[in-house]
């Protein structure tokens, strides 16, 4: 059966998917690696790690972490630890991002390759494009876009360091509150589960009240448990309303 | 502040970073292949996952590093509400929101001297 006819081939879903790289999320992602180009460039890391750890790490919370050990001077084990420590979130993202582009069909080692293109930002442009997107072509489309947001990233990486040693100070204050805003404004914008809502309101106090209480833990804690509380607010209130119809 | 060199610069990266990261990847592709779209259990890694973020976000903007670390709480509080409002007014499209977030912020830290 050739169902390309209707749906378009998986190659025209892969360049859609490339094209995600002119997106205002991509741009954004973009702006951020320059200012964590500036972070590395001042520090001192060479070029050539700095391109190397935008391509296996990719996450770039993480890589701020593991720069940010590096210079402390860390061992290998504590490196380590605060690393994963802080990518425990990826895990979540994945089993949520995973039922949404697959199939029935689809090989769990395509699934394990292509899981490491999810950050952020290519989590949040995936969950809110896929509903578009033919079913049997979302792998194709999410893999366009992400393997082209890492290599571009790369490129930029490279290109960018030489030049970006010195920001003016309002720049640079720009390019990093521009990620936390763009995050904000497009969870809210994309939710298609009312659960959606309810958890991002209670993460965003959760996160620093975890913080003050357990700042080790913070983000883990205020994850599991304001996630857990969301979901628990917003089923009740689902049942009471189904309850009621 | 220390930086490394040579090969064990590159064994570092990739065990304390990528080793790291992507074993969290991988252990969400085989929970994830076990949900089904429609299953509750979906619905609550959902929040979880909605939350984590959220709960990084908070952190951003609460404890930023670099330049914003000298910023005034209640210039990057004002700047988010800001940015909200227009978010909501403008028909909830981000670029709107965002567009007005930065600006508040801009013009801030001009009038406090950055």
Not at chain 1, 104 to 113: F, G, I, M, N, R
Not at chain 2, 15 to 39: C, F, H, K, M
């Amino acid at each position: 059966m050739d169902d390309s006819q209707t749906i378009g081939s998986g190659r025209d879903w892969f360049l859609t998917g490339m094209k995600g790289i002119f997106s205002l999320p991509a741009i954004i992602l973009m702006l951020s690696f320059v200012g964590f180009c500036a972070f590395t460039a001042q520090a001192g890391i060479p070029m050539e790690q700095v391109v190397f750890m935008t391509g296996v790490v990719w996450a770039l919370p993480a890589k701020v972490i593991l720069v940010s050990s590096i210079l402390g001077g860390a061992n290998l084990a504590t490196a380590f630890i605060a690393v994963t420590l802080s990518s425990i979130r990826l895990m979540p993202m994945v089993a949520a991002l995973v039922p949404e582009i697959r199939t029935e069909k689809t090989p769990t080692w395509l699934l394990l390759v292509l899981s490491h293109f999810v950050a952020i930002t290519a989590w949040v442009f995936a969950m809110e494009r896929v509903p578009a997107v033919p079913r049997e072509r979302r792998i194709a489309f999410f893999a366009g876009f992400g393997i082209t947001l890492v290599l571009a990233n790369m490129l930029l990486v490279a290109v960018v360091y030489q030049f970006v040693a010195e920001f003016p100070p309002i720049v640079a204050g720009c390019l990093f509150f521009l990620t936390p805003v763009y995050f904000l404004a497009s969870i809210w914008s994309s939710a298609r589960h009312p659960v959606i809502y309810v958890a991002l309101a209670v993460g965003l106090v959760a996160g620093p009240l975890f913080y003050w209480l357990a700042p080790e833990f913070d983000i883990l804690l205020a994850g599991v448990g304001g996630g857990t509380f969301a979901w628990l607010a917003e089923r009740s209130w689902r049942q009471r309303k189904e309850a009621r119809a | 502040m220390t930086v490394l060199e040579g090969w064990w610069a590159y064994v570092f990266i990739a065990i304390a970073g990528w080793l790291a990261t992507d074993l969290w990847r991988w252990l969400g592709v085989l929970a994830g292949n076990r949900l089904r779209e429609d299953s509750e259990v979906l619905n609550w890694v959902r929040a979880v996952a909605t939350a984590l973020v959220a709960a990084v976000i908070a952190k951003l903007i609460l404890y930023p590093t670099g330049v914003l670390e000298q910023s005034p709480l209640w210039l990057r509080l004002g700047s988010v509400a800001a940015g909200a409002i227009a978010f909501f007014i403008g028909r909830q499209k981000p670029a709107i929101g965002i567009a007005t977030a930065i600006a508040v912020l801009a013009i801030g830290l001009w009038a406090f001297g950055f």
